[in-house]
């Protein structure tokens, strides 16, 4: 075979291994993906609030620009940055890079929502409209997608400037589309400052819960109190909050922190998906009353008790609370659960999290799809990242992971797959 038909070979070979579709994915993502969180918005206060709606609901123009809205995001980002630079909390490391050392991150996200609480409290004692957030959704969402596309083109290209062990394995394919979106440096920091662990749990998740604040005051300003329903989405959405701040430092085990690079993959995601599709509910409850679980507590306790014995297992083994459970030795050395809630299926944290999932739409009855649209993209989505966690685990563990396969073969959901 000629040499340029090797190269050929292998550049397509090369391809075939990317993530999300490769190339065709990284151009469609972030056209469809801001297309469809504005969509979303527009449809959760329309009157039918169908999927199938056809022409869509589209806003006009000035719904979606009002110049309070980009004040307020960079507002918030602002407070958040100032939080996690003050000397609250604990300092941890995270897994070890690939030159042997390890980064140090401030677990301070719990103190973040504690404080952002108390600053909420004190606005509507001071009388300041937080059901306005409704009014400005669509705003918002246009500067949160504007904010993640800048943010892209700047660690897309100030990543040219970090060394090579610093760079993601998947995100230095040398096209410029790819690597932008799934991010080529993998831990960019500015001095001390994280990019991406300030990003992952702190101004887009809190920001969710704001945001459902906000629908219910809404919804006491239309009806003069909240809904049954209106409380439990926001109780359960906040509890899923608090806890994931509380258990900051397992997130320095996850696959994006420690796999994906920084791109707009994450960054679109943290900023701008997370906090306006994952409340939804909470927005389709303000135009939508319902009148009226035991589930939600289920999913939590699964996904919290499976969570923190990997996070325990991955930073001591010889800990009391996991050296009772069974192991496979793997040839890098280290070794794989395969018995407490890692012996009932592979993913017990995405079982428990799409469990929670579910809880949060059922208060919002079953007459409309909507709702429901946060537990039909998370299934794909968990089932997709599942999927490249097997491709990962299967190169890394080898004959290892096929025995943990053969051990416990369902990978989600048990009996079912």
């Known amino acids: ?10 550049k397509l070979s090369h391809d075939s291994e990317r993530e999300f579709g490769g190339t065709l994915g990284a151009v469609c993502i972030p056209i469809f993906l801001p297309l469809t969180v504005l969509f979303l918005i527009c449809l959760s206060r329309s009157p039918e609030a169908s999927l199938f709606q056809w022409p869509p609901p589209l806003p006009s123009a000035d719904q979606l620009w009002d110049p309070l809205a980009p004040v307020l995001l960079l507002g918030w980002f602002a407070l958040h940055a100032v939080i996690y630079l003050m000397p609250l ?6 897994l070890v890079l690939r030159d042997g050392t390890r980064l140090k991150y401030p677990i301070n996200g719990f103190h973040g929502l504690c404080i952002s609480g108390v600053f909420l409290m004190l606005l509507l ?7 306005y957030l409704f009014e400005l959704l669509l705003p918002l969402a246009v500067c949160a997608i504007a904010v993640s596309f800048l943010f892209s083109i700047y660690l897309y290209i100030r990543s040219f400037w ?13 096209n410029p589309l790819y690597d932008f979106f799934i991010g080529r440096e993998l831990n960019p920091r500015i001095g001390d400052f994280d990019l991406k662990y300030f990003c992952e ?3 887009g998740l809190i920001g969710w819960v704001v945001i459902n604040l906000g629908m219910l ?12 329903a209106m409380i439990l989405v926001n109780s359960f959405q906040l509890l899923y909050v608090a806890d994931a701040l509380w258990n900051e430092e397992a997130v320095l085990t996850t696959m994006d922190i420690v796999h994906d690079g920084f791109g707009f993959m994450l960054v679109f995601g943290d900023l701008a998906w997370v906090p306006f ?7 389709f409850l303000v135009v939508h009353p319902q009148t009226l679980t035991l589930f939600c507590c289920i999913g939590y306790y699964i996904f919290r008790q499976s969570n923190s014995q990997k996070n325990q297992f991955r930073r001591d083994p010889t800990h009391p609370s996991v050296t009772r459970l069974e192991t496979i030795a793997t040839a890098t050395g280290k070794r794989l659960l395969v018995s407490g809630w890692w012996g009932l299926v592979r993913h017990p944290n995405y079982l428990g999290d799409l469990l929670m999932a579910l809880a949060w739409s059922l208060p919002c009855g079953f007459s409309y799809l909507l709702p429901y649209f946060y537990v039909i993209y998370f299934t794909v989505l968990l089932i997709h990242r599942e999927a490249r966690d097997e491709r990962q685990c299967r190169a890394k563990y080898g004959l290892a992971w096929d025995t943990y396969c053969r051990r416990v073969p369902y990978r989600i959901f048990p009996y079912i797959y």
């Open 217 to 228: 005051m809404k919804e006491v300003e239309l009806r003069g109190s909240p809904s049954l």
């Open 1 to 10: 075979m000629r040499p340029n038909s090797q190269a050929l070979k292998h």
């Open 201 to 203: 749990l702190r101004p």
């Open 125 to 131: 004692g001071l009388g300041a409209p937080l059901g």
């Open 277 to 283: 599709t994952y409340g939804l509910q909470a927005a």
């Open 89 to 94: 909390g604990k300092v941890s490391e995270g």
């Open 162 to 174: 970090a060394p090579s062990h610093a760079l993601a394995l998947g995100g230095n394919t040398g």
